[in-house]
């Protein structure tokens, strides 16, 4: 069958297409473990030939076209859009492939297997197939600590108590090399600040068997020096909040203010040390810890007010090391620029005839308290005339806005608290607009709240609002657009005076900041719950401070799953639900 978008004319004299690979594993012993032992050796395949849809290959077919001497502009884009470079038969080197094959076979414990390659060839394609005989693994029949009296073993000891290596499972390099890396973060954990997992050496033993089994043991290698067996702790803590990396400036000893047993430096008062101490998480005398060393420099990075965090330990004395270490802490903290203006010019144009400037304005303070509080101000004003319209044309609209937000790296009115993961922020914020249109109505509207955000970890988001206020007025309404009102129920109720007053919830689970999932899920629910709080303030009333407010129990969720294919190509499938319930209802059926 010949396609319109056939590749073949285009091949070069002497070449060979190359169509694509199979990879057969033959094993009399291991007829089960076969599938993944074929899904692991075809990743080690390489180069993948050209892509194709229903025989088409279409990104080859949009290369050759533009390589005539005149392709013309449509197939220069389609290239540059969708083309892909000829992979041909003499791109495969199906000894280096055989090679790489054998390797992660032994690596795996499939130790004297076979590979061989066959190329099966037209005039213009050609397929390689690898078939792989597979050996009888080896499997391990038992392992031990070859230790000695050094207390590191101790620990080693302890790391190995979660070990992933059982007996009867098969020889497996990269599992080993992960073992050493898990006692390697249990020994930096444990103070070991000098400590490589390269240190580590698995030996196996199969002098004891003849049925390809085998002993493992586990000790550090001859020669490991002498400071990275033994422990270290922290002397000092030094914390420079206004290191400058530009002119590597450091402030004079005498600009130090002590919190905590941790020493802070700097010639002004850039951060507060007692609003700082509590986002270290190590103390002095504790055993130097890595992990806790890497969630304070994503704690201090979080609160906002610094583009760089630095931290170094240095040892003390590197001479005279017995049977302890010590470490000094240095913080070196590199500020963002504190104040930014940012300006905006609008020119809106919109559908039902009204155009006109616009202008927007932000103002933030990055440590404005000088707590690693961050104060933000924007403000807004436009204006519109309807230019098309026939009988409205001329009318005007003036709107303007003003939000203040305040974020604050801490729970408030709570105590410090010491997350480990993130910092959790609390945010106020309180804004106003208004809308002024020409001949018909004057619109207001308010809205307050007060909350609380925190990440739990790397996917999961909370936001808990427990006061949030929305006012919405509407006035100086003109006889016109009353009748318009008397005319548009449903637009009549949209413009009914609002007072909303309550608490909500929000829970996001987001697998789309994990680059490596090819199917990532998102998840986001919120509950909103309004008016209870009044209900109670008022005694029953339905206004309260001469306001009538609205009462009712709001609930959504927003489903989303991804497949991914390419770089930038995704499908999507979505699924959004809501439930609303006026309270007024529920009260009314109790009764």
């Known amino acids: 069958m010949q396609y319109a978008c056939s590749v073949g004319k285009y091949i070069p004299e002497g070449e060979i297409l190359f169509s694509g690979t199979e990879i057969k594993v033959e094993s009399e012993e291991q007829k089960r473990a076969l599938k993944p032992v074929e899904q692991e050796l075809a990743t080690l395949i390489t180069p993948a030939p050209n892509s194709d849809v229903l025989g088409m290959r279409l990104g080859l077919y949009y290369h050759y076209k533009a390589q005539k001497k005149k392709p013309g502009f ?53 397929s390689v197939t690898y078939k792989a005989d597979l050996a009888k693994p080896y499997t391990l029949q038992e392992w031990k ?42 020994l930096k954990s444990q103070g070991y600040y000098n400590f490589n997992s390269d240190f580590l ?44 990396i530009e002119n590597d400036s450091l402030p004079q000893p005498s600009a130090v ?47 906002g007010s610094y583009k760089f965090v630095n931290i170094r330990f240095n040892e003390t004395d590197t001479t005279n090391i017995e049977d302890q270490g010590s470490l000094n802490a240095d913080i070196f903290l590199s500020p963002l620029t504190k104040r930014l203006i940012r ?17 927007a304005a932000t103002y933030n303070n990055r440590n404005i308290f000088n707590g690693g509080e961050t104060f933000s101000l924007t403000g807004d004003f436009s204006y519109e005339s309807q230019i098309s319209g026939g009988d409205d044309a001329g009318q005007t609209s003036i709107a303007g806005g003003l939000t203040a937000n305040l974020l604050l790296p801490r729970l408030v009115p709570f105590s410090p608290s010491r997350f480990n993961y993130s910092v959790p922020k609390t945010k106020i914020s309180l804004g106003g607009d208004i809308l002024l249109r020409s001949d018909y109505y004057t619109l207001t509207s308010f809205n307050t709240s007060f909350g609380y955000t925190w990440k739990a970890n790397k996917f999961v988001y909370h936001e808990l609002n427990p006061i949030s206020i929305t006012y919405v007025n509407l006035a100086d309404t003109t006889e016109e657009f009353e009748e318009i009102l008397d005319e548009n129920s449903y637009l009549s109720s949209s413009f009914e005076q609002q007072f909303i007053a309550g608490i909500n919830y929000t829970f996001t689970y987001n697998e789309l900041v994990d680059a490596n999932k090819d199917r990532p899920i998102y998840v986001s629910t919120s509950l909103d719950i309004a008016g209870n709080t009044l209900n109670l ?40 639900a809501g439930w609303v319930f006026p309270m007024a209802i529920l009260q009314h059926c109790l009764l």
């Open 257 to 303: 203010t002590e919190e905590n047993g941790i020493y802070f430096i700097q010639d002004e008062e850039f951060f507060k040390p007692k609003k700082l101490e509590p986002y270290i998480l190590f103390e002095k005398g504790e055993l130097y810890n890595s992990e806790t060393a890497r969630l304070t420099s994503n704690r201090l990075a979080a609160l």
């Open 343 to 359: 300006t905006e010019l609008q020119v809106l144009t919109k559908s039902n005839g009204y155009a006109g400037p616009g202008i």
């Open 201 to 244: 050496i698995f030996e196996a033993d199969t002098n004891r068997y003849d049925n390809r089994k085998f002993d493992l043991f586990l000790r550090l290698k001859k020669g490991t020096p002498k400071k990275s067996i033994v422990p270290y702790r922290i002397d000092s803590i030094a914390v420079y909040p206004n290191y400058s």
């Open 145 to 186: 600590i070859d230790r000695d009296s050094l207390p590191i073993y101790d620990q080693i000891e302890t790391a190995m108590t979660g070990t992933k290596l059982k007996a009867g499972e098969r020889f497996d390099l990269e599992l080993l090399k992960y073992e050493r890396e898990r006692i390697d973060t249990h």
């Open 74 to 126: 449509l197939n220069k884009w389609l290239n540059k859009k969708f083309g892909e470079e000829p992979v041909y038969l003499s791109d495969v080197n199906t000894n280096r492939m055989e090679e790489l094959m054998l390797n992660r076979l032994d690596n795996r414990g499939f130790f004297y297997s076979k590979v061989a390659s066959e190329i099966d060839s037209t005039k213009k394609y050609a």
């Open 537 to 576: 303030l008022s005694g029953g009333k339905s206004s309260v401070f001469g306001l009538e407010y609205a009462q009712y129990a709001k609930a959504d969720i927003d489903f989303r799953y991804y497949l991914k294919w390419g770089k930038e190509s995704a499908l999507v499938s979505r699924l959004y």
